[in-house]
């Protein structure tokens, strides 16, 4: 076993279907048993990840990310055959791990892995090297934002793309802080609303990220933080606000996350 002066730490990147699959296990099975992925020789023993689950797509919109769980590597790479407790079958590259301390209940939503870690990382890698401090930075994060997902309304999870945002807002604006919806529509902005107490109207656009609001363009249709097509004001409500230069274009953000977490409405 290493010091832990020496432990190295990774995030770990796989799809949520491979980590429900191997939870506790790094695996390839595009490789041949003499084509060792990369990455794959730098783990040892005692080394530490976290299990990430990318489900972004090639589209414009990103989907939700999420933590699975912390682990300390117990062997190292080595191919042979998938575990039994496995659905998967035949053989493939594997570094088996365990689970380190405390774990989420239930794979926690947490914005782009940049933002976590406050730099660029390598896209492309599965194994990504982060710091001891990055690795507790990131654990801390999940550890304080899980909650039960099945409080979440109508979905009885975390939305996982804008759409889903969408519906969670329209089937649930009462319990939102959201007296009525007057309009719903497919362009920006996604609804026009009356809050709780306030009977003017204001623009609500809907994103799973608040960054989205950028790189959609939206801005452009804001001057003032007031919608250029009728002059009413905009707001964002998003599942993670991750961009706080969002809030220089529009009247309020609301995390949607933190609202159900502390049983808050949005408030006017």
Same mark, same amino acid.
């Given at each position: ?11 770990v ?10 939870p ?6 595009? &490789?041949?048993?003499?084509e060792? @992925?990369?990455?794959?020789?730098s *783990?040892? #023993?005692? $080394?530490?990840? %976290? !299990? ?9 919109e ?11 590597c117990?062997?190292?790479a ?15 590259w594997?570094?088996?791990? &365990?689970?380190?301390?405390?774990? @989420?209940?239930?794979?926690?939503? *947490?914005? #782009?892995? $940049?933002?976590? %870690? !406050?730099?660029k ?16 930075l ?37 319990k ?7 309009? %719903?529509?497919?362009?920006?902005p ?14 609500l ?47 309020k ?16």
């Amino acid at each position: 076993m290493i010091s832990p002066q020496e432990r190295k730490h990774f995030i770990v990147k796989h799809d949520l279907e491979a980590f429900s699959v191997l939870p506790n296990y790094i695996w390839r099975t595009d &490789k041949s048993a003499t084509e060792i @992925p990369r990455g794959f020789s730098s *783990v040892r #023993p005692g $080394d530490r990840w %976290v !299990g990430f689950a990318y489900t972004s797509n090639d589209k414009q919109e990103k989907r939700l990310s999420k933590i699975t769980g912390f682990f300390e590597c117990i062997k190292a790479a080595r191919f042979g055959d998938v575990p039994p407790s496995s659905t998967e079958q035949g053989q493939a590259w594997l570094i088996e791990g &365990k689970e380190f301390e405390e774990q @989420p209940k239930s794979p926690v939503g *947490v914005p #782009p892995i $940049d933002d976590l %870690v !406050g730099r660029k990382t390598f896209k492309q890698q599965a194994l990504v090297a982060i710091t001891d401090d990055e690795f507790s930075l990131i654990r801390e994060y999940a550890l304080s934002h899980q909650f039960d997902t099945k409080t979440i309304p109508l979905l009885g999870r975390e939305p996982e793309c804008e759409q889903e945002v969408v519906t969670l807002i329209t089937h649930s604006h009462e319990k939102l802080g959201i007296a009525k919806i007057l309009r %719903v529509r497919t362009g920006f902005p996604d609804l026009l609303v009356q809050f709780d107490g306030n009977p003017s109207p204001v623009h609500l656009e809907l994103e799973l990220y608040s960054e989205s609001f950028l790189s959609h363009g939206h801005k452009d249709h804001v001057t003032d933080k007031r919608c250029n097509k009728d002059g009413l004001p905009v707001a964002v409500a998003c599942w993670i606000h991750n961009e706080p230069e969002v809030e220089n274009h529009v009247h309020k953000v609301f995390e949607l996350q933190d609202l159900l977490r502390t049983d808050k409405k949005m408030v006017w």
